[in-house]
């Protein structure tokens, strides 16, 4: 039972980490002093005057909570965690402790989503993710009440719908912490965990499924069970990204990166770096740039070469800025079509950008 609840609680616990001020510790990963000058020592300024590398709040305002709408820091945010950019370049952010989703537009103008009620009278509680297909519908993954229970509660609002859908509960031994959007067509994949229980033991196995409808109607559909991985820590799929290489690049328990190839090669990629905390990852078009948030920084991996990019202090302050001289705790990433922008959740009450070149 102790197990069951600390998987339940592993997101929340992330969002937590984001949120702390004392006791911050740098990325025990971070690169040398030499290599990060070198990771900020990049092109020339952009011709409207910017550097790369330049952190830009664009909603929010650090460390202060609350719910508001409106223009850039007069905005509030309570609790900021996964964002989606969608095709009309919007951004689509769940505000998990207000209980909402919210919309940025430029310039930097913050609304919130009407999100309606379920047809048994529900209102949306903690949402977490959020993903926006190109209908415009809304997919939202999210607590449920029950906390007992222990599942991820799936909402969906299409367009002119005056209820939201919320379906009907997947099997009692799996919990999802990942919903993710394939580049190639209008499918969604959930990403989390399988709990087995056999004479007594409990087997446990990460899962990738489609979000469609089964036979039951459940949502949940043509499953990969992915290995067990060589290590001794839950094998929970906590990120998950769908590449146009048509590999998906999946995070386990926050500290090994995998892919998944179209023709079933799933392989642990950079073995030999540790990592710690990765709460997001992202790839160009051409996948041979991944972006991930560890620890509250943000890198970069290119040929397997680890760049640091921007990063905590130990005294957080939210400080916009170039590179290291930027104060950011990212959380979760979202990467501009034209891959010149990386959106970030930061900390527990802002959403920020780093321009990268």
Known sequence: MRLKIYKSLLFTALIVLASCKKDVQEPSNKLSGEELRSANTMALAAPDGHLPLTVITIAGKYNIEGYADGVADQSRLLGVSGIDLADDGALYVADTYNHRIRKITMPNIVSTIKIPKSSSGESLFQPSIVRVQKDGTINVLAAPYEYQNLHSKFWIVKQGSSTSLTPIRHRADYTYYELEKDPYNNYLFIGG???????????????????????????????????????????????????????????????????????????????????????????????????????????????????????????????DGVGAKADIYAFKLALSKDEGTLYFSDGHTTVRKLLLR
């Not at 004479?199 to 036979?215: R, T």
């Not at 500290?255 to 905390?277: A, C, D, M």
């Not at 970069?300 to 760049?307: L, P, Q, V, Y």
């Open 193 to 319: 965990i399988k709990n087995t229980f056999t004479n007594g033991n409990d087997y446990q196995q990460a899962i990738i499924e489609k979000f469609l409808p089964d036979a039951e109607g459940s949502y949940g559909k043509d499953a990969i069970y992915l290995p067990q991985p060589a290590f001794s820590t839950i094998p929970d799929v906590t990120s998950l990204f769908c590449g146009y290489n048509a590999v998906k690049y999946i995070i386990i328990h926050s500290e090994k990166i995998y892919k998944l190839t179209p023709s079933g090669v799933y392989q642990e990629l950079y073995r030999n770096h540790r990592f710690y905390q990765i709460s997001d990852i992202v790839a160009t078009k051409d996948s041979q740039t991944l972006y991930i948030a560890e620890q509250g920084a943000i890198k970069a991996i290119t040929d397997g070469k680890i760049t640091y990019l921007v990063g905590p202090h130990k005294e957080l302050k939210g400080r």
